[in-house]
């Protein structure tokens, strides 16, 4: 077995001390799958599909946490061992099928191993998280998210879009921002919906706890090379420094 110290750590923590009144979550940022766990069953190919991470979101979270002076947290494994996004005990927490493959590795887990994989890498995360928000007062939480363009053979036609939950005038904000170019095709709520039996970080990190919080989702193939990664960055970075300040001038 694989000891623990050699595998990436749940999480990571980059600029936790920087001064902006946001905090940037990146819940699918690794593709990792520790040795012992055999790859799930799955060939090395599927795991540099959508299916076991959130394709560019790791470096466009990090250019914005530079740009903002932004904290941010980014998990250290593939979300087919556990998703940092969902409650433990939904179905698509630890998925037995993902988009069209199934997942042979997370086949009739049992309740001890479902709670191992809880532990060693959902908890960690989440109360990493926690932490800092119980330290830090009221402050913005922003998921850095990418998605597919095509899922399940539709093609979808946003470049960009922003999932909210409770704070729909803070997620109407980031989208007026976003669509202020004309070149941009923006989803409110699209291409998911924030459910607070599916989701995670917006329900508890922001909602529940009355900070404004939004998911920003972007179209992997926008961010396929560092030129994307820094086009996108340098679009998201004055939207989401302007929601900062306006937090801050009502706080």
């Known amino acids: 077995m694989e000891p623990a110290a050699v595998s990436p750590a ?5 600029n936790e001390g920087g001064g902006a009144r946001l905090v940037l979550v990146c819940e ?7 040795a ?17 991470w959130d394709i560019g979101a790791a470096a466009l979270s990090r250019r914005l946490s530079a740009l903002l002076d932004a904290p941010l947290f980014l998990s250290g494994n593939s979300r087919l061992l556990i998703d940092c996004n969902r409650p433990p005990g939904a179905p698509s927490s630890i998925p037995l099928r993902s988009e069209a493959t199934d997942i042979p590795g997370n086949q009739g887990l049992t309740p001890a191993e479902v709670a191992a994989r ?36 539709v093609a979808r036609p946003w470049q960009a879009g922003v999932l909210h939950g409770a704070a729909t005038a803070f997620g109407q904000a980031l989208i007026e921002g976003l669509r202020a170019d004309p070149a941009l095709t923006v989803g409110d709520n699209e291409p998911y919906r924030i459910d607070i039996a599916e989701d995670y970080t917006v329900p508890v990190h922001g909602d529940a706890r009355g900070n404004p919080a939004a998911l920003i989702e972007v179209r992997q193939d926008l961010l396929a090379d560092a030129a994307g990664i820094e086009a996108w960055a340098q679009r998201l970075a004055p939207i989401l420094r302007q929601a900062a300040e306006r937090l801050q001038t009502v706080t």
Do not use: K, W
């Open 10 to 14: 749940a999480v990571s923590v980059v």
């Open 28 to 34: 699918h940022a690794s593709n990792h799958i520790p």
């Open 36 to 52: 012992r766990f055999g790859a799930l069953g799955l060939p090395a190919a599927e795991l540099q599909r959508h299916i076991a």
């Open 118 to 153: 809880q532990a060693l890498f959902f908890t960690p995360f989440q109360d990493r998280i926690a932490r800092y928000l119980d330290a830090c007062g009221p402050v913005a939480v922003i998921g850095i998210h990418s998605f597919t363009p095509v899922f399940h053979g």
